[in-house]
């Protein structure tokens, strides 16, 4: 508890075009607001591939800053504003949240989940990192072990990218394209697509990352109780023909 005492939080969002969302902005200053835990926010707007832009904010964290603990934070997550504070108070070396998919589902699975009493307006969703262990996990939570996690919003202790950079020193990189830090430190592509050489899944540069962490012997937490918001474009096409004359069709 004296780690958690003494954390600081270093936030991280990489926002391509330097733009992020309502939702992200006003959870960020309203958790500047309630948090009394020491904050920097960091935000890298000039690269358009995200697993780059993860691993350059993950040096910064680790070479220019003390925090503790680094917050993955998207630009299009809305999030409650006590939900950093939460996810610090778990004292896991990994541990995020779930956010929807950007999409709809009608199928089987929607109809199942309403038929369990789950509301119409979350049914039809599926969350980053939901398996087929946690429906049928007996724990009561909030906090579920997993294989993988959604870094849209996850926390990440200093311990974790210690270790990874020590045990995965191939990962180590200078940037083409760019000038080097000025202190001749390495990025390391701790965050990088990569396939499961098991099962020949393609995974996610966050998945690869997690993979990584467990290969190592470390544990993958997710807290279940934070409801998240995963802000973007909805397209709604209607049949307006449906409507012509409605009223006579009533009770039909």
């Not at 780059?52 to 997550?77: C, E, G, K, P």
């Not at 430190?185 to 899944?201: K, P, V």
């Amino acid at each position: 508890m004296e780690e958690i005492q003494n954390a600081k939080i270093f936030i991280a969002t990489p926002c391509f075009g330097g733009l992020v969302t309502q939702e992200y902005m006003e959870s960020i200053i309203a958790c500047t607001s309630i948090i009394r835990i020491p904050m920097t926010l960091s935000l890298l707007g000039d690269d358009a591939m995200v697993s780059r832009a993860r691993n350059t904010l993950v040096h910064q964290f680790y070479t220019r800053s003390d925090a503790t603990h680094l917050l993955f934070v998207d630009a299009d997550i809305g999030f409650p504003a006590e939900a950093p504070a939460r996810l610090l108070a778990a004292d896991k070396d990994i541990v995020a949240g779930m956010y929807p998919i950007k999409e709809r589902f009608w199928d089987k699975g929607t109809q199942e989940n309403l038929n369990r009493g789950e509301k119409l307006e979350t049914a039809s969703l599926r969350y980053v990192g939901e398996t087929d262990a946690m429906h049928s996990s007996w724990d009561k939570g909030p906090l579920f072990r997993t294989h993988y996690a959604g870094t849209g919003f996850m926390m990440i202790s200093r311990k974790v990218i210690t270790a990874m950079i020590k045990h995965y020193p191939e990962t180590a990189y200078r940037r083409i394209d760019a000038a080097g830090s000025g202190d001749g430190s390495m990025c390391h592509a701790l965050f990088d697509g990569s396939i499961d050489q098991e099962t020949g899944t393609y995974l996610s540069e966050d998945f690869t990352f997690c993979k990584r962490w467990r290969d190592l012997g470390g544990e993958v937490w997710l807290d279940t109780s934070i409801a998240l918001n995963h802000a973007g474009r909805a397209s709604f096409e209607g049949t307006p023909a449906s409507r012509l004359g409605m009223l006579h069709l009533k009770g039909r």
